[in-house]
């Protein structure tokens, strides 16, 4: 998905732990159990949203836009695929790393189960845009290695200007549309942003790493700032749409 402009630039010299390669930083135990808690958490997600956007399919009003949403469910079971492999190749077991996430996960897709192909295309969107944003505020601070796969598999899918070309025709179309995915939209923010503090919180290595602890971890203010440089680009996102955030 995209990346805000104040998103911290991976091109930057890196220090700490992020100028590290795996090998010399997976020495550090805590640091070794928050990437698996990490890729696990994001394997999840990658198998979550195949499953969504095959889902989203049978709401497709044409052949052409169900064969759009299939191959992007088809990148996002690759972009799995990769992860599941990395997991398993650091002596991790996919299913175990994936466990503790299945519950928050599933929760938010339940509570935020599209009516419409409209919806669906704004929680793609939106959705998965804010959680790529918050990964890839993680990923800076992580060793080269698993920061350059975590950036691969957040590559964007062709999702978002099939989305924002999509819901722009419909309010060109009806107008009152707009309204309605707004509020939609606003929702899925909130529930977004609730779903990635509870995931790090609920696990002690991930939220040790990401708050001071190991690596360089964000300290109290910087994890403010983090979370407002995701609104923004939610923001940002909402214009393209032609929503109001």
Do not use: C, N
């Not at 299913?95 to 669906?120: I, Y």
């Not at 991930?206 to 690596?215: D, I």
Request: avoid cysteine; aromatic fraction near 6%; charge should be negative.
């Amino acid at each position: 998905m995209e990346t805000s402009d104040e998103t911290p630039d991976p091109a930057a010299q890196p220090t700490g732990i992020a100028a590290q390669d795996w090998a010399t930083a997976s020495a550090e135990p805590q640091y070794r159990a928050a990437v698996v808690d990490l890729l696990g958490a994001l394997a999840y997600g990658e198998l979550a949203a195949f499953e969504r956007l095959a889902e989203d399919a049978k709401l497709a009003p044409t052949l052409e836009d169900k064969a759009e949403l299939a191959k992007m469910a088809s990148a996002e079971f690759h972009h799995f695929e990769r992860l599941r492999d990395r997991l398993a190749a650091i002596d991790a077991q996919p299913t175990e790393a994936m466990a503790p996430f299945a519950a928050a996960l599933d929760e938010f897709h339940r509570q935020t189960a599209p009516s419409d192909w409209l919806e669906g295309l704004v929680k793609a969107y939106v959705g998965d845009s804010i959680a790529s944003d918050f990964y890839r505020e993680v990923a800076a601070r992580l060793d080269a290695d698993t920061r350059k796969l975590v950036l691969q598999v957040l590559d964007d899918t062709g999702h978002a200007s099939f989305a924002v070309e999509k819901v722009r025709a419909a309010i060109e179309a009806e107008p009152r549309v707009g309204g309605r995915l707004a509020l939609w939209a606003r929702r899925l923010m909130g529930e977004a942003l609730s779903q990635a503090q509870r995931v790090v919180a609920d696990r002690d290595a991930l939220s040790t790493m990401l708050v001071g602890g190991v690596a360089d971890g964000f300290d109290l203010a910087e994890v403010g700032k983090m979370f407002s440089r995701i609104t923004e680009a939610h923001t940002k996102r909402m214009a393209a749409l032609g929503l109001a955030a």
